[in-house]
């Protein structure tokens, strides 16, 4: 078979149609979309289940796709399906992924099309054997890499950037799949977590400058790996250390080998993490999720006091924060917006008129608590503002007497290349308007952002690196890395 050779392994079981979104339009809800979520088992007889638990614990970092890869050292089993990890998942289909190691993902795309092709892991025969892969992430040079792959003689199954990575281990002429795999990672650069399982050896590789988040712990014997500790506590294993930037493990019948693909670069953890993608019982590089997000609300009080009765979050990710503003200006925290968690899709396509009402079918505002109260409103970004001036109006529509809207963050100014879905720059209201033009439009009574420093302090990373060893380009436009945008390239600033 030559190198240039991908074939897919069969389709699962469940090879439906197109997913179907929720019928409201996308701009009711314009909060930035989680990025994806990767789990691995290695070493156990339950990979598939801890996998399936695993995978449902990170079921917020992507709702549209779902799937799983198992081996049992001699064949590879896959499943995989549009929709959350419950509706792809039953029983039978977990029992029928055997073996003791697995890798399984839940993804919202970022790079290609919501579609069943580009679910998670990828699954290909090459001459090496079986190869299947999973990302948190985004590849910056994926389509110089794609072009140049294809000039070569590469046929592409999917739309997928971490397809390309698949190709560059192909056409590796190393014997050693540990150093295919090297070579391959040298070639890639953006932000991502790789789990790559290769026969029955399983990798597992960070970025040169740790932008998305990836953890090693243990159950037992076995070796288990995910974008979030929360996994960890899911399936009641411990947590021994996040992998290091630049790092590759490789995982094979003599246990763990740590080795590099590559030295670390610039140390760019990425703030949203901190700030809203991680669940509050997660850690992050040591760092508890709910302690920072309360400090940045008390950091957001003391830059930013406003006289008033009732504070309130946005739920979810906007409550730890708004508990940190309570507890440091004496304001009474209440629960004045409530989520709906069971609104599920729909195959409808409303009115004009019943997409405005759509946000009412996820999120109200408790009356009895606002009404003739001036609030405090704790939110995590701002994006386009509709959701902002919606959430502000419903308030109003309740009752409120005043809203103050406090952001705990810094204004969202600039896209994101390394995994998060962000709208392009035209499209973010804090890259076109002023605070108080941003204010005016969301029809606030006042508006604060938390500052850098604020925000900085607030995480807790130690200092000494560049932002803390944070990634902030969204903030103040200093990408770890060479980028490409509507603007034209922006310099790396390492």
């Known amino acids: 078979m030559s190198d240039e050779l991908l074939i897919p392994v069969s389709k699962p079981a469940l090879w439906t149609g197109d997913y179907y979104n929720e019928g409201v339009d996308p701009q ?13 088992v290695f070493g156990h007889p339950e990979a598939s289940a801890l996998g399936y638990f695993g995978l449902h614990a990170l079921q917020h970092r992507g709702e549209e796709s779902a799937g799983m890869c198992t081996t049992d050292g001699e064949q590879f089993y896959v499943h995989k399906g549009m929709g959350l990890v419950k509706e ?16 399984g993902h839940v993804r919202y795309s970022t790079s290609g099309a919501s579609k069943l092709q580009n679910a998670q892991p990828l699954v290909f025969k090459y001459r090496g054997g079986d190869l299947a892969i999973a990302t948190n992430g985004n590849l910056v040079n994926a389509d110089e890499l794609r072009r140049e792959l294809e ?9 997928s950037d971490t397809e390309v990575l698949i190709h560059l281990i192909a056409k590796s002429k190393a014997q050693d799949p540990a150093q295919a795999v090297k070579e391959a990672l040298r070639r890639v650069v ?41 996994a960890f506590e899911t399936i009641g294993a411990s947590y021994m250390r996040d992998v290091q930037p630049g790092e590759l493990l490789i995982f094979d019948s003599r246990g763990m080998t740590e080795d590099r693909f590559a030295t670390m670069s610039r140390r760019s953890l990425c703030a949203m993490e901190f700030i809203y993608f991680s669940r509050p019982d997660s850690d992050v590089d040591g760092l508890n999720l709910h302690m920072s997000r309360k400090r940045m609300g008390k950091h957001l009080a003391m830059e930013s006091f406003v006289d008033a009765d ?45 997409r405005e009402k759509g946000v009412k079918m996820k999120l109200s505002a408790v009356r009895k ?56 720059r035209k499209e973010l209201i804090a890259s076109q308007k002023s605070v108080e033009e941003i204010r005016q439009a969301i029809n ?23 932002n803390r060893g944070m990634c902030l380009g969204c903030f103040d436009n200093d990408y770890p890395t060479k980028v490409n945008d509507e603007a034209g390239e922006v310099s790396c600033g390492c």
């Open 28 to 40: 009711v809800f314009d909060k930035l979309k989680e990025e994806c979520g990767v789990f691995g």
């Open 88 to 103: 792809v998942f039953d029983n039978d289909k977990i029992q029928s992924l055997k073996g003791h190691i697995a890798i």
């Open 151 to 159: 000039e070569e003689g590469s046929i592409f199954q999917t739309t």
């Open 190 to 230: 953006g932000g991502f977590a790789f789990l790559i399982l290769i026969n029955d050896r399983l990798f597992v590789a960070q970025d040169p400058n740790g932008l998305r988040p990836l953890m090693i712990g243990k159950l037992g014997n076995a070796y288990v790996f995910a974008s979030e500790t929360c």
């Open 310 to 354: 009732v504070v309130t979050g946005v739920p979810d990710s906007s409550i730890s924060a708004a508990i940190g503003f309570a507890e440091q200006t004496g304001i009474p925290y209440e629960i004045g917006l409530i989520k709906n968690r069971y609104t599920g899709r729909t195959f409808i396509q409303p009115s004009q008129e019943l």
């Open 369 to 424: 608590v606002v009404e003739g109260k001036r609030v405090v409103m704790i939110d995590d970004s701002i994006v386009r503002g509709t959701t902002s001036l919606r959430i502000v109006n419903m308030l109003r529509e309740a009752g409120a007497k005043e809203v103050h809207v406090r952001i705990s963050s810094p204004p969202y100014m600039n896209p994101c290349f390394y995994g998060i879905d962000t709208p392009s």
């Open 444 to 466: 606030a009574d006042s508006l604060h952002f938390l500052s850098k420093p604020g925000l900085l302090d607030a995480i807790g990373r130690p200092i000494g690196e560049h």
